[in-house]
């Protein structure tokens, strides 16, 4: 199971009810039979053993009041916290009351993935003093920030990380860290060190903090707590350069006992919350999740062309007859509203949504988009014990947003500033950035976000259209395509211009002289195959399965990720051989 199960304000009785049943069947303890929670982060284990949690010490152990004297007696420290902190969604409240007065934010962007996000940017920007360690510059929460720490990413560091499945595996530096960037663990000890605990915090290798770790995990563990790594405190630096993936706990429970002081299992009663009553103004439900291609908060996977190829826009998915009902179209914009806030998506119309649901991307964010913000619009509510917040079902309604006239902008490097308008979104391409923008009223302002150089405009007053391009000797470095009634050409060969030493001679016409194959949306984003290219493939080569497919065109045959599209094209091409 996965975040429509935990990500509910009733997940901790959701998953009892599954862990309920597994037990109850006997389904535990053996091979692919049991309860599994498939949580997303990389190191999300990992981050759980090493106490990463506001409920949780180190090592799997609570605050019980024998844990805590024990965590005390291996650190020496006399003066433990003796109750769990706020978990994420009550610290941002407490922040927003003025209680927290300074908050240090590490590797996660609260001000785009919290829900109510609007408000979590607001306490963010009330708050005295806020440090942000991140692996990029700015971000939507680092724009708040009084200290910046510049962090090393994970391809530039070195420790462990443990998978959801309890492998633990060395990960190992390829490249060198940028600038002044350090790894979090080095960060964390010089602030220790600085508030003057030189000898706690005097780790010099992760392999100091690993050995300690493991210490930890054996320390008065007569086996009760089944997090323990014994073997590994005593390895010296060599041995811990070398180690090779191991999976922590053997086969748990295989044996019938459990982690409770009788070691029996125990069924923990549930209960089903009744459905909420439909509300008359928020007519419809609100689900929020990822796309393929991009991750998170998109501070790393924005940057990447090809992986904005898949789904270039935050896009707001309704079903056909809601559509119809409201007057929205496939392609036009619409203002998708919750008590929260409101934000401006692309309606995307799809029999393979639920009718009476919504469903937008988590991704987009201040510097990615104007609008196509999910997290401004989930409840700041969560579960009353994991305290996961209900991110899957929102009350919310949707309407159609006119506006007077569209365009893009595509520009060498970045703009300067986001385009004020209605509504904006970010698309990163070969060799620079793209803005598709949507507005009402005079588009001349967009004129502003244009860089110097030489000018080339062409203006078609019938069709509210004007074209600009901006060089620098024979080179493209902006172009500005805009109109209300016209049509735009696509941007891919305007894009492609930019990598251009001279550019062509028909630029403001938008396209190549001659005639032009269109491929159609990217689908296999490794080897650049479009829709239409793969649609007259399986039609023309009578291609029958996914590998035909590859073989033809290359399409799936690198990451994979594409494979269930084609898949999905073969059956509704109608030619798939049934496996
Ligand atoms: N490409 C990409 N992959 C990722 C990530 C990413 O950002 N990008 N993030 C990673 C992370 S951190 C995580 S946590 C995972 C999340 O991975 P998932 O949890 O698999 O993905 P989500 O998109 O959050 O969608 C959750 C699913 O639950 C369904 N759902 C909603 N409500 C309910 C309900 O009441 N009951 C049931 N049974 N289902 C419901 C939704 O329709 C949706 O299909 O993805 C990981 N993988
Ligand atoms: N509405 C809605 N909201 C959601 C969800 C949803 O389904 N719906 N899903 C939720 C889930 S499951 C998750 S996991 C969260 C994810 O939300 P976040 O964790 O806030 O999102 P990320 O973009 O992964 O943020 C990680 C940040 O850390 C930086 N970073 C990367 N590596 C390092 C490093 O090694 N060190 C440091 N210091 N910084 C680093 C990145 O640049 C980025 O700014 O979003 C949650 N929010
Ligand atoms: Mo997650």
């Not at 296999?524 to 023309?540: E, P, R, S, T, Y």
Request: contains cysteine.
């Amino acid at each position: 199971f996965s975040q429509g199960v935990n990500q509910s304000l009733s997940g901790t009785d959701q998953v009892n009810a599954i862990t309920n049943l597994h037990l109850a069947t006997g389904r535990i303890g053996k091979p692919g039979a049991a309860p599994f929670s498939i949580t997303g982060q990389p190191n999300a284990m990992g981050g759980r053993e090493v106490g990463g949690l506001a409920s949780s010490l180190a090592a799997h152990m609570d605050f019980a009041p024998a844990n805590v004297a024990r965590a005390a007696r291996f650190w020496a420290a006399p003066n433990m916290a003796t109750k769990p902190g706020l978990k994420a969604v009550d610290l941002f409240r407490e922040l927003g009351n003025g209680r927290i007065k300074a908050l240090w934010v590490m590797a996660t962007n609260p001000a785009v993935s919290m829900p109510d996000a609007g408000r979590v940017r607001e306490a963010l920007a009330a708050c005295s003093f806020v440090v942000v360690s991140d692996v990029i510059e700015t971000t939507d929460t680092s724009v708040h920030a009084h200290v910046r720490l510049p962090a090393a990413a994970w391809g530039e560091k070195d420790g462990t990380v443990t998978n959801s499945d309890r492998t633990i595996s060395r990960q190992r530096a390829f490249m060198a860290a940028p600038g002044d960037a350090k790894p979090d663990w080095w960060i964390i000890a010089e602030v220790g060190r600085r508030m003057g605990w030189k000898t706690a915090f005097s780790y010099d290798r992760p392999a100091e903090i690993w050995r300690e770790h493991c210490r930890l995990s054996a320390y008065e563990n007569d086996g009760t707590r089944l997090f323990a790594l014994p073997g590994h405190a005593a390895k010296g630096n060599a041995e811990y350069d070398a180690m090779t993936p191991f999976r922590w706990g053997g086969a748990p429970f295989a044996d019938g006992r459990f982690s409770t002081p009788d070691g029996r299992a125990r069924l923990v009663p549930v209960g089903q919350k009744p459905v909420a009553a439909q509300l008359a103004r928020w007519p419809m439900t609100l689900n929020t999740g990822r796309y393929r291609d991009q991750w998170h908060t998109m501070t790393r996977t924005g940057l990447s062309p090809k992986l904005a190829r898949h789904r270039e826009e935050p896009l707001v998915e309704i079903h056909p007859d809601d559509a119809v009902r409201l007057g929205i179209v496939d392609g036009g914009l619409a203002r998708v509203t919750t008590p929260q806030g409101d934000s401006v998506f692309r309606a995307s119309v799809v029999a393979t949504q639920r009718i009476g649901e919504l469903f937008v991307p988590i991704h987009w964010t201040d510097r990615t988009a104007t609008g196509g913000r999910a997290g401004l619009l989930p409840r700041p509510l969560a579960d009353p014990v994991s305290g996961q917040p209900g991110f899957k079902s929102t009350p919310v309604r949707i309407e159609a947003v006119a506006t007077e006239w569209r365009g893009f902008v595509v520009v060498r490097g970045e703009l300067a500033s986001r385009p004020d308008c209605l509504w904006a979104t970010r698309v990163a391409v070969p060799g620079g950035t793209a803005w598709d923008m949507a507005g009402n009223g005079d588009a001349a302002a967009l004129d502003a976000l244009l860089p110097k150089g030489q000018r080339i405009e062409a203006v078609d007053a019938a069709r509210g259209s004007r074209r600009v391009a901006i060089l620098e000797g024979s080179r493209l470095t902006a172009v500005l395509f805009v109109t209300r009634d016209g049509t735009l050409p696509p941007r891919d060969w305007l894009v492609a211009q930019l990598s251009e030493a001279v550019v062509a001679p028909t630029l403001l016409a938008g396209r190549a002289p001659g005639v032009q194959v269109d491929r159609g949306p990217i689908v296999c984003a490794c080897f650049d195959v479009g829709l239409k290219i793969i649609l007259a493939a399986i039609a023309d080569q009578h291609l029958a399965d996914v590998p035909a497919i590859g073989a033809a065109l290359k399409a799936g045959t690198n990451c994979g990720s594409c494979r269930p599209a084609l898949a999905k094209l073969l059956v509704t091409q109608g030619s798939a051989h049934v496996a």
